[in-house]
């Protein structure tokens, strides 16, 4: 399949304490049977959630792994 510029990259990220369980629910999921692919690095990650009042530290300021996947769509 040719790239179209009606294609575009959808992205997946799962949030887990550890990589092992990350992959087991891209696993549980069939996310390759969907078309997702690792997209870089599963790594260890502070997560913020910004918003107009400010931001909000997630899961209390503990790292958690984050494992981003994606896949080309249409659209």
Avoid: N
């Avoid at 078309?35 to 899961?59: C, D, N």
Wanted: aromatic residues 8%.
């Amino acid at each position: 399949m040719s790239p179209s510029s009606s294609e575009r990259e959808e992205y997946l990220t799962i949030i887990a304490p550890t990589a092992v369980e990350a992959m087991a629910q891209f696993s549980a999921r069939g996310l390759a049977s969907q078309g997702y692919a690792i997209a870089g690095k599963i790594g260890r990650h502070q997560f913020s959630l910004v918003g107009g009042q400010g931001s909000t530290e997630l899961f209390s300021g503990a790292g958690m792994i984050a494992a981003t996947f994606s896949r080309k769509v249409l659209g």
